[in-house]
Each structure stands twice: as structure tokens, then as C-alpha cells.
């Protein structure tokens, strides 16, 4: 069975500095994938980056960038130079690999709130 | 593009009604999932549809929930009868395949309250 675990329940940040947020996971699944999602008090879910298990450097994209520690399992996400538009919901999930296991499992998500 | 539509935005129904939520994916998308989103928790898999065959079903309570996706194209996700533990957020994604790091797109979602 997968499981991602989040363990900042919310986390606070200053304008134009930069947050780390939480990511473990758990798999036995060789083959993996891993995201990061945004959801803004709207409800829409955005998808933000993406780690491969077999990648041998780390994801980024714009602002964002996935510090992924295979042998600790984590993969926690890197917000460079925070902004207000940035406060939402983060939620980190994994896709395993096999037949009919393409679906995400989602972890309980981290409220981040962007101060000015 | 046009992004994965969700209708209707909100629901208020009574315990024991029924309840239909409909979802019309991106274009050429084969994969189309729903997901329920309890208050404070992240999504969890409800039903996987790869064109119009279920891939993965496991996770619904098929005593009470169907879903089903003619032609391969939009669907539907039906609950009845509708039990106050069923308020929740229900989000349908979409994704061209279920190829490893093809990120599914997401609706706005279906916002379910029961009294």
C-alpha cells in the first residue's frame, strides 16, 4: 500500500522569502511517481511539479523546485520568493506504478498562509 | 485548452435523497478519474475510467454509489441513497493516459453538503 504523509498542518512564511514544505512517503513499488498540488480557497487543484522516481536530478519549475531524498523517502517542496497569491493549500501524492494503480494518493495537505 | 468541467458547483440535498454529479474531461483524455474530498483531507480515488472500461473501483461503496462513462467521454457519479458522511467535496481529474508523469487536470469540483 502507498501512503504520503504531511506533517505541518499549516505553516506560515514571510513575503519574498522562501518555505519548505513537508513530503515522506511510503511504497513498495520500484517504479514512482511524485506531485505537488495547490488548491486555493476556490477548490480547483493545481498541479505544480513533478519527481520521477528514476530522476536523477531534482524538479523544478519557476518558483518551485522538489527537494527528492530517495533513500529517506521525501520530497518536499521549495517555494522561492514567497507571494501573497501563493497562500493555499499544498498537497503532496504519489502514483505508483502496475496496472489499475494510476490513481494519486493524496496526503492530508498543509495550509501555507503567505504574510506581507 | 478547454480544462475539465464540473457541474453543479454546489449541492444541497436531505439524508436518504440522490444526488448526480456530472464531469465533461479535457479533450482526447482517455483517463478520467473521480475522487471525494472530506473536509480537512486530501482527495481519495472513488472510480478510474480508462475510455469507457472501469480500471479501478475499489474504493467505492458500491452499495450506494455508481458511476459510469458513456462513449468514453464525460461521466457521471451517482449517489443513492446519500448518507450524512457523504458531504464532501467530489473532484473529477482527467489525463491523457496513465503513462508515469502525466499530471491529471483537475475540475473545480462538486461541493455536496447532506442535512
Known amino acids: 500500500a502507498q501512503k504520503i504523509t504531511q506533517t505541518q498542518p499549516g505553516m506560515f512564511v514571510q513575503e519574498k522569502e522562501a518555505v519548505t514544505l513537508d513530503c515522506t512517503y511510503d511504497?513498495?513499488?520500484?517504479?514512482?511517481?511524485l506531485f505537488w498540488y495547490k488548491q486555493p480557497s476556490s477548490g480547483e487543484m493545481i498541479f505544480l511539479i513533478y519527481?520521477?522516481?528514476?530522476?536523477?536530478q531534482n524538479a523544478t519549475e519557476g518558483r518551485y523546485s522538489l527537494n527528492f531524498q530517495k533513500a529517506r523517502k521525501s520530497a518536499n517542496l521549495v517555494i522561492s520568493a514567497s507571494q501573497l497569491g501563493d497562500s493555499a493549500m499544498y498537497f503532496c501524492?504519489?502514483?505508483?506504478?502496475?496496472?489499475?494503480?494510476?490513481?494519486?494518493?493524496f496526503g492530508s495537505g498543509t495550509r501555507l498562509q503567505v504574510q506581507p | 485548452e478547454a480544462g475539465v468541467a464540473q457541474s453543479p458547483r454546489y449541492k444541497i440535498i436531505e439524508k436518504r435523497q440522490s444526488v448526480a454529479f456530472w464531469c465533461n474531461p479535457i479533450?482526447?483524455?482517455?483517463?478520467l478519474y473521480w475522487y471525494q474530498q472530506i473536509l480537512g483531507q486530501g482527495p481519495k480515488l472513488l472510480i478510474q475510467?480508462?475510455?469507457?472500461?472501469?480500471?479501478?473501483d475499489s474504493q467505492l461503496p458500491k452499495d450506494r454509489f455508481s458511476a459510469e462513462r458513456l462513449k468514453g467521454v464525460d461521466s457521471t457519479l451517482k449517489i443513492q441513497p446519500a448518507k450524512l458522511e457523504d458531504s464532501a467535496v467530489y473532484l473529477c481529474a482527467s489525463a491523457t493516459g496513465t503513462g508515469g508523469n502525466q499530471p491529471q487536470h483537475f475540475g473545480d469540483g462538486t461541493r455536496l453538503s447532506i442535512l
Open positions: 475510467f480508462q475510455n469507457n472500461g472501469v480500471v479501478d
Open positions: 519527481q520521477g522516481s528514476y530522476d536523477q
Open positions: 479533450s482526447g483524455h482517455a483517463t
Open positions: 511504497t513498495s513499488d520500484p517504479s514512482y511517481g
Open positions: 501524492a504519489m502514483r505508483g506504478g502496475g496496472k489499475g494503480r494510476r490513481a494519486l494518493t
